[in-house]
């Protein structure tokens, strides 16, 4: 079996880096190319400094149109747009790491030069992953979408999501992307702590629609606080509702329901950050204090909710095993 030939647009960022990192270490994939307009000719590993010996390669503003799979890391709402300014084979299947196509109102798109429109298919593998190993076009989930999902979903999945959910959650600086803002400079960011987009944040669209794929009956509010850390990557959520069971009950319902999980495991001890950093695990705590049941969920933004989870899902198309390439690593970061 020849090598899937991979493309990446938007290479410069993080999430690019860290499927560059993957993908040159993956047996069955080769890069083909990686697309980047501000940093054309320049060597790779001029943007990514750790890639030096490793990949002998330089970004590229022009596509091939016929790799066998494109990966899109490209800011939000900028998918869209990149679509329609190029075209690619109907053989080349897409998986893209924004949130243009994460929404059931904004999974259908026709591209430019296609009579055939493309259907994007959520690419949680956790929740539908017979879906996505049929899937051509595939809508990589957010990263607090990932880590607050699989911390609900076997709840919904067994209609026990009545009352409303609290959640706080913390993602490390590497969340904001590469762009300079006010809250991302070190001198601001090191040693402070704080919350944005209280109650409203995009990733609550994409988490409701799931939590009601598997409980239609689902009516009560997702209460959701965002917070920034002063690290470098990696998500910590805590979330709690109303729970009637025990907390042995609790943990037989989500082990069951990650019975056959790659990559998402229950743990019987209290969690922290670096047990997944650099990797692509979802580790997953219950504690039971006075008819609440506290659901901890821990990732890494960058891998399980980036682009170790676009790997994932790349492997789940090409029919390959799941967890191939994506085994622990060093990053960068």
Not at 155 to 181: E, K, M, R, W, Y
Request: with cysteine; hydrophobic share 40%; glycine share 8%.
């Amino acid at each position: 079996m020849e090598k899937i030939k991979v493309g990446i647009i938007g290479g410069a960022g993080y999430t690019a880096g860290e499927l560059i990192r993957l993908l040159i270490n993956h047996p069955e994939a080769e890069i083909d190319f990686v697309f980047s307009t501000s940093n054309a000719g320049n060597p790779i590993s001029k943007v990514h400094q750790d890639l030096v010996g490793s990949l002998d390669k330089a970004f590229t503003d022009i596509v091939n149109p016929d790799v066998d799979v494109l990966f899109l890391c490209l800011g939000h709402g900028n998918s869209v747009k990149f679509l329609k300014a190029n075209a690619f084979s109907e053989n080349t299947k897409i998986i893209d790491l924004g949130n243009d196509f994460r929404l059931e109102a904004d999974k259908i798109f026709t591209s430019t030069g296609s009579a055939q429109a493309k259907t994007f298919v959520y690419g949680l593998p956790e929740l539908q992953k017979e879906d996505i190993k049929d899937a051509d076009y595939i809508a990589n989930p957010g990263c607090f979408a990932t880590a607050i999902q699989l911390g609900l979903l076997p709840l919904a999945d067994a209609d026990l999501l009545n009352q409303d959910v609290h959640i706080n959650a913390v993602t490390g600086a590497t969340g904001a992307g590469t762009s300079l803002s006010a809250t991302t400079h070190y001198t601001w960011r090191d040693n402070n702590f704080s919350y944005y987009k209280p109650f409203t944040h995009q990733h609550l669209g994409e988490i409701n629609q799931s939590v009601k794929q598997l409980q239609d009956t689902f009516d009560s509010d997702i209460l959701f606080m965002p917070n920034r850390g002063n690290f470098s990557r990696g998500i910590f959520a805590t979330i709690y509702t109303d729970f009637e069971g025990t907390v042995e009950e609790a943990k037989t319902i989500y082990k069951d329901f990650y019975k056959d999980a790659a990559f998402t495991f229950v743990s019987d001890e209290q969690l922290h950050l670096k047990q997944v950093v650099n990797t692509n695990k979802c580790l997953i705590h219950l504690h039971k204090h006075n008819g609440k049941l506290l659901i901890t969920s821990v990732i890494d933004n960058l891998l399980k909710g980036a682009s170790g989870q676009a790997i994932q899902n790349m492997n789940l198309i090409f029919g390959l095993e799941e967890a191939i390439g994506l085994g622990l690593k060093a990053t960068y970061f």
